[in-house]
């Protein structure tokens, strides 16, 4: 079965941060792997929460063929599997949702056994986004060049054309 080849019904943030990590725009990249990009949350709730998001994008995992499904899930599985490495965390969670982004993306979360003990167990979303920390290339340079070593090292990588985040502007 092929990729659907129609589009999200409506250019979504998914399209807007593709489109800004093709260019090099997004310091948030992590690297270019199979299916897509692999990018810190904007808010770090917790240390090292990432997203994969699909090159091309497409409104939902459903839309895509099964050899571009499968590659699109063993790259989270990987993504998740060097998250979980780099950081020490206790466990991955994962979450595809498209409720809100009604555009494929997925949610890799690490879990720490330092949490604080109301939210250890809960889901992902029980966290005060509003008050989490917005990602800071600066901050987690040595997270993400060590998420890329891994994937790197995984084999899961595709060059890039630019250094993540070369040509972003700094904020204002």
């Known amino acids: 079965m092929k990729t659907e080849t129609k589009p999200a019904p409506a250019e979504t943030a ?8 093709r260019a090099g725009k997004e310091p948030r990249v992590i690297a270019r792997l199979f299916s897509g990009w692999a990018v810190f949350g ?28 499968t590659l699109f899930l063993q790259d989270l599985a990987r993504l998740g599997d060097a998250v979980l490495k780099v950081t020490g965390a206790e466990r991955i969670n994962y979450a595809i949702l498209g409720n809100v982004e009604p555009a494929l993306h997925a949610h890799v979360i690490p879990r720490y056994a330092d949490e604080p003990e109301k939210l250890r167990t809960a889901h992902p979303w029980a966290y005060d986004w509003d008050t989490a920390p917005l990602f800071e290339r600066a901050a987690h340079q040595d997270l993400a060049e060590a998420l890329l070593k891994e994937l790197s090292r995984m084999g899961v990588t595709k060059p890039m054309r630019f250094d993540p985040g070369a040509n972003s502007v700094a904020p204002v």
């Open 14 to 21: 998914i399209h807007q941060q593709v489109a800004a990590a």
């Open 42 to 69: 904007e808010r770090q709730f917790l240390r090292g929460y990432a997203l994969l998001l699909p090159d091309p994008v497409v409104p939902s995992l459903n839309a895509l063929g099964a050899h571009e499904r």
